[in-house]
């Protein structure tokens, strides 16, 4: 099963320039939601990550709706956990959601057919192979961009459900990241104040998380060695 390049739920083909909220736009948009301040300096740093990019294939998107809030026009979720499918269909976070192995993302879709593939909170999930792996194959299937989100190191994290994929078999570093030829910007503030699922370790939260902010704002942001995680941005040759 393939999915379509440029059409999106209502059968209607994209055309012309990127279609993404401005920056303002966007950060109005999330603080009237009362959004985390870290969950708005994500969405930020990923609208920037995604400039220039019209289609993206959002892999192990669960039910999140975060391109939808970006403002990307056409987006493609692909998810192996049946429940996140059927509720993001419900819930229409995506204009076509695809149910499969993330293993075998080639069996789906054709080389360069997105200008972006992403992965958010997802490549910590496989063994370091399988993660190679996933790397390789989205690099193949993006033209512009390939994007991941991912713990800084490895974080020890269980499952939620019995049969779910929660579970994290592996960890990804700065260093190792940029070996692999991406640009590395820390995330969530240092890594010292954060635990499983990347809550914050002691409270009041709420006194934590502005000493995490600060951290963020004038340490690990660009020292991502020292954040808790890293979003990582490969920029690919346009043929």
Not at 49 to 75: E, K
Not at 125 to 139: A, N, R, S, V
């Given at each position: 099963?393939?999915?379509?390049?440029?059409?999106?739920?209502?059968?209607?083909?994209?055309?012309?320039?990127?279609?993404?909220?401005?920056?303002?736009k966007l950060f109005l948009e999330l603080t009237r939601r009362?959004?985390?301040?870290?969950?708005?300096?994500?969405?930020?740093?990923?609208?920037?990550?995604?400039?220039?990019?019209?289609?993206?294939?959002?892999?192990g998107c669960s039910s999140s709706s975060t391109m939808?809030?970006?403002?990307?026009?056409?987006?493609?979720?692909?998810?192996?956990?049946?429940?996140?499918?059927?509720?993001?269909?419900?819930?229409?976070?995506?204009?076509?959601?695809?149910?499969?192995?993330?293993?075998?993302?080639?069996?789906?879709?054709?080389?360069?057919?997105?200008?972006?593939?992403?992965?958010?909170?997802?490549?910590?999930?496989?063994?370091?192979?399988?993660?190679?792996?996933?790397?390789?194959?989205?690099?193949?299937?993006?033209?512009?961009?390939?994007?991941?989100?991912?713990?800084?190191?490895?974080?020890?994290?269980?499952?939620?459900?019995?049969?779910?994929?929660?579970?994290?078999?592996?960890?990804?570093?700065?260093?190792?990241?940029?070996?692999?030829?991406?640009?590395?910007?820390?995330?969530?503030?240092?890594?010292?104040?954060?635990?499983?699922?990347?809550?914050?370790?002691?409270?009041?939260?709420?006194?934590?998380?502005?000493?995490?902010?600060?951290?963020?704002?004038?340490?690990?942001?660009?020292?991502?060695?020292?954040?808790?995680?890293?979003?990582?941005?490969?920029?690919?040759?346009?043929?």
């Amino acid at each position: 099963m393939a999915a379509s390049r440029f059409i999106t739920s209502s059968g209607r083909k994209v055309k012309g320039a990127p279609f993404m909220k401005s920056r303002t736009k966007l950060f109005l948009e999330l603080t009237r939601r009362k959004a985390d301040p870290f969950a708005i300096l994500n969405m930020l740093a990923l609208r920037k990550a995604l400039a220039g990019c019209n289609s993206v294939l959002d892999i192990g998107c669960s039910s999140s709706s975060t391109m939808r809030t970006l403002g990307v026009r056409n987006i493609i979720g692909f998810e192996g956990y049946l429940p996140f499918v059927e509720k993001a269909r419900q819930l229409h976070t995506h204009d076509q959601m695809v149910h499969g192995n993330i293993s075998d993302l080639s069996d789906y879709f054709q080389p360069k057919q997105f200008d972006a593939c992403i992965a958010m909170d997802v490549i910590e999930h496989f063994q370091k192979p399988d993660g190679l792996k996933l790397m390789q194959t989205m690099e193949q299937i993006a033209r512009k961009r390939v994007v991941f989100f991912t713990p800084n190191g490895f974080l020890p994290q269980g499952h939620t459900a019995q049969d779910d994929f929660e579970v994290h078999l592996s960890g990804w570093e700065t260093n190792e990241m940029r070996g692999y030829g991406y640009q590395v910007y820390g995330a969530l503030g240092p890594k010292s104040l954060r635990g499983e699922y990347h809550f914050l370790k002691h409270r009041p939260r709420a006194f934590w998380g502005l000493v995490s902010l600060f951290g963020h704002g004038f340490w690990t942001r660009w020292q991502p060695q020292n954040a808790a995680a890293i979003l990582c941005v490969k920029n690919l040759a346009v043929v």
